[in-house]
């Protein structure tokens, strides 16, 4: 009989879905299914998933009678290789569906620590939600708007069917995506891990101090992991730091090969004897990382050809293309929606005004909402493929809530206070400059008010940004110093006194 319970294993916290494993607690705790309907569901999948394990075995035990029996030319063989296969497929089916082992690998490496019953709940009852709202929206609009029914089919109805589902697809593969994204940029983490242990290592050849240093200094998502196989050692998972290292090696080996070979090597060089064997261990080690770092990001590059000329064609070139063709549509007066049945196909007893208003709405849709949805989905797509580099620097905001408040309510007074002026214009005499520039100081408020906010929060972590930034552009000049100085024969204190003083930052 398989094995079909596994102890669950701690899955360490990342704060890139904090917020989905928030929602997704929240939600199933609110109005998920109750506990014993979970358990009356997971020993039902229990069963169906030993049911096919038996038929397996019964159809693989068939298989074996059949190829001592028959030549593998008889229909008879055939039949039983066919039940075999058969009865292979569905077992796999079950396993995948019992287990759920792929799932729990993602949701591992995503540090969401959330289980698949949660994620389908969350997903199935989020697109509901959706789908009530766009559906009350979509009445209101309906019974307050005068719009003709082949507008609102194409502004109303088919958002309300098209975004619950795009919901449902975010929310039920955001853990798979979170992890892609996790996986590429452990890609540039990779090497900075590795050269820290080699670090540490060329100094004290001691696995568990070579650990710990690059735990404390690698970024996320690498620096869960190494601080796990510290971990496992103190809850007696494993009995030496060698063990538990060769299983972060195996384990996080699956998403990328080259970290696993080269820390092979780290572990191979610990029970060197001789100076001139561990460091040929930790060089073969680096040597590993880099030069596989460095061939991914050269296949990423070559690939970028086709994407980024896709990227160009939406973003750019396409909405200047009809933005230059905005003139003559009005010159000679063609209408961009579908006119309403009346005679068909034809723009007779539309009005010039009318019909602009129409393409003014269609114009809006395309040129505000559909091209810039498309075009950032597509560099998000493209982007999280990007192996990982050196992150900016994060730097949290200083600022006490209470005057973030009050940048927030004087931002708002702001774009209240030059929306108003909209009023009056808006009420003057059709026709008059002051009705057409009625909705500008709308605009303008919004567009100030953010501006102003944004502005005003930002612009301390801004300036303490451009310093760090301008400080580790400097610093290779520094060490650079720092190392001649010493070279000369000048102690540390006095080289660092000296290199200080010459440094302009």
Known sequence: MPETEKKKEQVPELEEGAWYLKLCKKVNKWFGPKPEALEKRQKKLQKFYEKKYRELKLAENNLTTAEYIYTKDDPRYAQALKKYEKAKK???????????????????????????????????????????????????????????????????????????????????????ILSNRLKV???????EAVNYMVMSMSLTPALD?????????TDEPLSSGLKKVIWNIYTRKFNTIEDSFLDFAYEWGYWNEDLKRSLYAIRMAVFERSEEGLKRNLEKAKDIVLLGTKKKIDEFAASLSGPTTILFAIGI?????????????????????????????????ITPAQQSSDNTVALIVLM???????????????LGKRPGTTPPPKIKSTMSKKKENAILITALILTIGISLVSIPMVLAPEGTILYYIGPLPIIIGVGLGIAYYCGTTVFAIKKERDD???????????LFQLGSRMTEGSSVEVALKRTAESMEG
């Open 317 to 349: 070139l396409m909405p200047m293309v009809i933005g230059a063709m905005l003139p003559m549509l009005s010159l000679v007066n063609i209408n961009l929606t579908i006119p309403a049945a009346g005679a068909a196909g034809s723009t007779a007893g």
């Open 90 to 176: 569905d077992f796999n089916y079950a396993a995948k569906v019992y287990k759920q082992e792929e799932f729990k690998k993602i949701v591992y490496f995503a540090g969401i620590d959330v289980e698949y019953h949660e994620v389908e709940f969350l997903s199935i009852f989020m697109t509901m939600l959706t789908f009530i709202i766009m559906m009350i929206i979509a009445l209101v609009v309906y019974v307050l708007v005068p719009i003709e029914i082949i507008m609102y089919l194409l502004y109303m109805v088919l958002p309300t069917a098209f975004i619950p589902m795009f919901v449902f697809v975010f929310l039920y593969y955001y853990p798979k």
């Open 209 to 217: 101090k070579a650990v710990a240093f690059a735990a404390e200094n």
């Open 185 to 191: 940029r452990m890609l540039g983490r990779a090497p």
């Open 368 to 382: 505000d909402i559909l091209f810039p949805i498309v075009t950032f989905g597509y560099a998000y797509y493209i």
């Open 468 to 478: 760090i930034i301008k400080m580790e552009e400097e610093f290779p000049d520094a």
